[in-house]
DNA sequence: CCAACGTCCTGCGTGC
DNA sequence: TGCACGCAGGACGTTG
């Protein structure tokens, strides 16, 4: 499930072996895949740049047009040189000077949009975890209208961009906050805690190119290192590394929810 | 506006 | 051993 710390992870890594190559042809594979416009249009372009915003990613190229990728649940973005890389989950590629760009996605949740560079496929999205105006004071009035829990209001990509459920529950074992309590019983304080945390984790994460915690790769094929760093995702009765309790796992809004019950009791 | 829930999809783990 | 089934979840659509 590739989140912030997983699609930047992919946008340096792609930026370092794509900036500057000429898309010369493409094709997809799996048509439901693509969102809108047509990757054709991109033919004889050059790439200039590839960003990211929330969990999104978008290739800019010297036309007005740019590609935007989601890569929903199992996509991977790789770089493939010698032409090894063709699979059944293969949905999409763009041939460049010296390689392709393979979209592979297993559970084919993942999209692409061709669109205006300034018309992106995302609407209404939340603030970026590292936008230095992403304040308590700026969103607490939002979250005090939300009966929801705090875990799930996390997920909401309309307030903060780029968490998912991995990070939902590390960010939450991290400030101690318990995950069913409600959005509109956070303080500012606590809110504060949770956004320096989103950035101290997402940073880490990106620093172990991010969580492989099963499909996940990098564009060069390798998994991210930092599912060695989870404290509590996946780790159900396993111990608390904060007091040995075991870790509980529960269900918020259909999604798996992990945290110690002692650490995360209010 | 918000919440609840279904939908999409395929590999894998479970249980009979 | 083999097969049926349920689970995993990001974003969006529908319903209330």
């Known amino acids: 499930m590739?989140?912030?710390?997983?699609?930047?992870?992919?946008?340096?890594?792609?930026?370092?072996?794509?900036?500057g190559k000429r898309i010369f042809k493409s094709k997809i594979l799996l048509p439901r895949i693509l969102k809108s416009g047509s990757l054709a249009e991109l033919h004889n372009s050059t790439i200039l740049g590839i960003h990211r915003r929330g969990k999104y990613l978008q290739i800019n190229t010297n036309t007005p047009l740019s590609i935007f990728f989601h890569l929903g649940m199992t996509g991977s973005l790789l770089w493939d040189a010698d032409s090894t890389g063709m699979d059944n989950y293969i949905r999409a590629w763009l041939e460049l000077d010296d390689g392709r760009v393979l979209f592979r996605d297993i559970r084919t949740f993942g999209k692409i949009w061709i669109r205006a560079e300034n018309d992106p496929p995302w609407s209404n999205i939340g603030y970026e975890p590292f936008d230095p105006s992403l304040t308590a004071d700026v969103i607490i009035l939002r979250l005090q209208k939300r009966s929801m829990n705090i875990k799930t209001v996390l997920l909401d990509q309309k307030l903060i961009a780029g968490i998912g459920n991995i990070y939902a529950s590390e960010v939450l074992y991290d400030t101690n906050i318990n995950p069913c309590k409600p959005a509109k019983e956070i303080t500012e304080d606590e809110l504060t805690r949770i956004i320096n945390s989103i950035r101290v984790i997402s940073k880490a994460s990106i620093n172990s190119s991010g969580?492989?915690?099963r499909d996940f790769r990098l564009s060069n094929g390798k998994e991210g290192g930092f599912a060695n760093f989870l404290k509590v995702y996946g780790k159900e009765n396993d111990p608390c590394p904060k007091c040995s309790t075991n870790i509980q796992r529960i269900v918020l809004s259909q999604r798996s929810t992990f945290f110690c019950p002692i650490c995360q009791r209010n």
Not at 4 to 17: F, T, Y
């Open 2 to 19: 590739p989140e912030l710390p997983e699609v930047e992870s992919v946008r340096r890594m792609l930026a370092a072996q794509i900036k």
């Open 211 to 213: 969580t492989t915690f």
